[in-house]
């Protein structure tokens, strides 16, 4: 026990997964690894935000493409938020199963290229719009 009266597990050797579980590093790893997700989806989401709200007012112009790109960024945010939680439970079932677990190419390429092409057509709008 600790000072607190908590039982403590000692462990010995690397702080690696042993066979009483993962390490505390693993699952803070993991944890780490979702508010990444979280932080990425809730900038998105800002953006949207700037974009589609902030924005037409310091161009002072038509709205409407503004609109529509926030709307854009809030569906992306959306998707971000949806493959954090997904691949949350990813990790979790491999730690638990003391497996491993790949990149998922799909996502990796539909997050590029949705975010790519709301970024071109953020400054084609406001190249046309100024």
């Known amino acids: ?24 590093r693993t699952v803070l790893a993991a944890e780490r690894t979702w508010l990444a ?15 589609g709200g902030v924005a037409p007012r310091l161009v002072e112009t038509e709205r409407a493409p503004f609109v529509v790109l926030g709307i854009g960024y809030a569906l992306l ?11 949350h439970r ?15 190419a799909s996502l990796i390429l539909t997050l590029t290229v949705l975010g ?3 970024a071109i057509a953020t400054l084609l709008t406001l190249a046309f719009e100024l």
């Open 1 to 24: 026990m600790d000072d607190s009266g908590d039982e403590v597990v000692a462990t010995h050797g690397s702080a690696d997964d042993s066979m009483l579980g993962p390490s505390r």
């Open 37 to 51: 997700w979280w932080r990425t989806g809730m900038a998105v989401a800002t953006v949207s935000i700037a974009v």
């Open 77 to 87: 945010s959306v998707v971000v938020f949806t493959a954090a939680f997904r691949r």
């Open 90 to 104: 990813q990790i979790n079932r491999a730690i638990r199963i003391n497996g491993d677990i790949g990149s998922d």
């Open 116 to 118: 790519g092409l709301l």
